[in-house]
Every structure is written in C-alpha cells, then in structure tokens.
C-alpha cells in the first residue's frame, strides 16, 4: 500500500503500492505484493501500450509523479504475441479481447482482427488463445459493423448514423408509422450521450449502445 513519503508508486494487479526506491528487481517487486515464492510467478509490465515479461533480476526504474503498471499470473511461462506490429508478452495462455483493448490503448470503436487467421474478427467479449504454434498477430482497424442492443436484444448494425425511423424499423419490422406512434431513448452513446430519438433526427451508433422503442396507436 502505497504511503505519503514514498516517492515511488506503482500497481499489481490493480492494488497501489508505494516505495521509496527509484529501482527495484522483479523479485523485489514480486515479494512487495505477496507474490511469493517470486519464481512461481509471471510479471508483466504494461509501458508504451505493450506488454514485456520482467524476470526475477530484470530492474525497473521508477520515474516519480508516474504510476508503473504491472499484471501478475501464477505460471512458470510467457507467452508471447504482436498487437499492431508491437511485440507483447504475456502471462497466461489466451488473453481476453477487452484486456488486449485496454492495456494496448485501442479505442472500443476499433475492432480486433487476428492477422495470422486469415483477418478474422475477435469479437469484443472473445479472447484470443496464445498457446497454438507460431506468434499470434492481432491488428486493430475501425469496425464496420457494431453491435447494439434494441429493446433487450442485441442486434448486429452497420457502424453508421440512423434514423428515427430506421430504428423503430429494427424494434418493429415493417412498422406502420401512418397509424402507430414510436417513443425511442437511448443510453451509452458517443461519448456516453443519452436521450430521445425523436422525428427528422439521426444518431451514429457504437458498440454497447442501448435503444429502448415503444409503440403506441395514434387513434
């Protein structure tokens, strides 16, 4: 835990810890946090949007006023991949989607393609195994497609802006706009942005946005 005089401070696994050492060995930083014995783990450092592997005498230089960021794994090897065209290491055999996303710094409107599986997409709740033969690559692109939910259900949409119109078409197919009025809200848009879809308005869609859609009868 880290404390007002130390100067240092960096993270396990999320937990903060302080020192007043510039440098420390991975051994070092291991034991500080319990992990021990030191060799019956992993550690992985994340510095520059990548991972790397920190061996037991491997030592890290701690700059004051910055947070270093390291990743335990109970396990007795790395594994390694690339995350466009950067080298990472890792501590486990598959590694979640949403971890790659976060630790590399690739926006949620990027999607994951693993190069070395002819592009196929990764999808956002998937993991990518590392453990196979050869090096894994991922590569990030802007996605194409999002998924969204509409009224409960997730639907798979073309990564573009829509109508009013067009999404009470998703809630109800063939909807009959002369004789059935649509109330459309919506949560978790661009930017976080929430309201009312209203007539003779548009809104670009992102993954995870939530459209709720009620019809009612105009007579």
């Given at each position: 835990?880290?404390?007002?005089?130390?100067?240092?401070?960096?993270?396990?696994?999320?937990?903060?810890?302080?020192?007043?050492?510039?440098?420390?060995?991975?051994?070092?930083?291991?034991?500080?946090?319990?992990?021990?014995?030191a060799?019956?783990?992993?550690?992985i450092?994340?510095?520059?949007?990548?991972?790397?592997?920190?061996?037991?005498?491997?030592?890290?230089?701690?700059?004051?006023?910055?947070?270093?960021?390291?990743?335990?794994?109970?396990?007795?090897?790395?594994?390694?991949?690339?995350?466009?065209?950067?080298?990472?290491?890792?501590?486990?055999?598959?590694?979640?989607?949403?971890?790659?996303?976060?630790?590399?710094?690739?926006?949620?409107?990027?999607?994951?393609?693993?190069?070395?599986?002819?592009?196929?997409?990764?999808?956002?709740?998937?993991?990518?195994?590392?453990?196979?033969?050869?090096?894994?690559?991922?590569?990030?692109?802007?996605?194409?497609?999002?998924?969204?939910k509409?009224?409960?259900?997730?639907?798979?949409?073309?990564?573009?802006?829509?109508?009013?119109?067009?999404?009470?078409?998703?809630?109800?197919?063939?909807?009959?706009?002369?004789?059935?009025?649509?109330?459309?809200?919506?949560?978790?848009?661009?930017?976080?942005?929430?309201?009312?879809?209203?007539?003779g308005e548009?809104?670009?869609?992102?993954?995870?946005?939530?459209?709720?859609?009620?019809?009612?009868?105009?007579?």
């Amino acid at each position: 835990m880290a404390k007002r005089h130390e100067k240092y401070q960096f993270t396990v696994d999320g937990a903060l810890q302080g020192t007043s050492d510039k440098i420390m060995d991975g051994g070092q930083i291991r034991e500080a946090t319990g992990k021990v014995p030191a060799s019956d783990f992993v550690l992985i450092q994340i510095v520059e949007s990548s991972g790397r592997s920190i061996s037991l005498e491997d030592q890290v230089k701690f700059v004051e006023g910055e947070t270093a960021v390291f990743l335990s794994f109970r396990s007795d090897r790395v594994f390694t991949f690339t995350v466009n065209e950067r080298g990472w290491e890792w501590g486990a055999a598959t590694i979640a989607a949403a971890d790659i996303h976060r630790y590399a710094g690739i926006d949620e409107d990027h999607e994951l393609m693993l190069d070395s599986d002819g592009d196929t997409v990764i999808s956002p709740k998937g993991q990518l195994d590392l453990a196979g033969n050869g090096v894994e690559r991922v590569r990030s692109r802007e996605a194409k497609t999002v998924t969204i939910k509409v009224n409960g259900r997730p639907r798979s949409v073309e990564k573009r802006r829509y109508s009013y119109r067009e999404i009470a078409a998703i809630a109800y197919p063939n909807p009959d706009f002369e004789n059935f009025n649509y109330t459309t809200t919506y949560l978790h848009g661009v930017d976080d942005a929430e309201g009312d879809l209203v007539e003779g308005e548009s809104i670009k869609v992102k993954n995870g946005m939530v459209f709720n859609v009620r019809r009612s009868d105009k007579s």
